[in-house]
């Protein structure tokens, strides 16, 4: 019997990184900044489809989400860095080094929005020189405006810089304001916000659309985030097969995207 002890202890020893894993594995840690209707205020009875679908996906398996709203630049971080899990919203330029799953989570289009009032086109990237454009610090728009910012310096280079948990709402406030002339953001988030905020369609006018690119969560690189990253990719297609997708789609007014 004495000799069987060193057996089980080593078995057991064997078994420690199993059950860490799975310990592991029984919470997936979400964050973005706040980006209706696909995240947003995590008290709210709607808060964003995404983390609904999150939720659907991983709950029935034991695996409780904890969503966390940071600004997207940390949020990035925190994800490389394994201290989350996931990022919200993250298209493949944002997503790179990532654990990006097979099945998005949208597809959405860049869009330039000016004042209706403004008398401001766009035609090619100078058309930025003569105005103030107001972005989201560590988003990817398009790989020319992202050059674009990049190079601009901050002194004097007519680029604002939001950052925070509601950088779409400050900026939207300079762009009414008459702060600011021009604001980029996807299509579906600025329609969500200019409904949600009561603000008049009538006073913004969209003067650019690019084409649509599609956006993941995206999983830390490690192990654990390549199984969550399966896990996902399961789950959405079982509930578009189900019908379930489309119903919690229609409760945020969008539709399938594929």
Not at 127 to 142: D, E, M, P, T
Not at 146 to 165: F, L, M, W
Not at 205 to 225: C, L, M, Q, T, W
């Amino acid at each position: 019997m004495a000799s069987l002890l060193p057996r089980c202890f080593s078995l057991a020893l064997l078994a420690l990184p199993l059950l860490a894993a799975s310990g592991a594995d029984s919470v997936v840690r979400l964050c973005a900044d706040q980006w209706m209707p696909y995240n947003g205020d995590p008290t709210d009875p709607k808060p964003g489809y995404v983390i609904e679908l999150a939720k659907a996906v991983f709950e029935p398996k034991g695996i409780k989400v904890e969503y966390t709203v940071m600004p997207w630049t940390e949020a990035l971080a925190a994800v490389r860095e394994g201290r989350m899990n996931g990022a919200i919203g993250a298209n493949k330029a944002e997503g790179e080094g990532l654990t990006l799953p097979s099945e998005t989570i949208g597809s959405i289009s860049i869009c330039l929005v000016t004042r209706t009032d403004s008398k401001w086109t766009y035609d090619n990237l100078t058309s930025f020189r003569s105005v103030k454009l107001g972005v989201i610090k560590g988003y990817a728009y398009w790989p020319a405006l992202d050059s674009y910012i990049a190079r601009a310096t901050d002194k004097g280079s007519g680029i604002v810089c939001a950052e925070g948990d509601t950088p779409l709402a400050d900026l939207m406030k300079q762009l009414l304001a008459g702060d600011l002339e021009v604001v980029a953001e996807s299509e579906p988030v600025l329609l969500w916000h200019l409904r949600s905020q009561g603000i008049d369609r009538n006073q913004v006018r969209v003067v650019f659309k690019g084409s649509a690119d599609p956006i993941y969560v995206a999983f830390s690189p490690n192990d654990e985030g390549k199984r969550q990253a399966a896990l996902l990719d399961e789950g959405v297609k079982a509930l578009r097969a189900s019908g379930e997708l489309e119903k919690l789609l229609r409760r945020y007014g969008l539709r399938d995207w594929q």
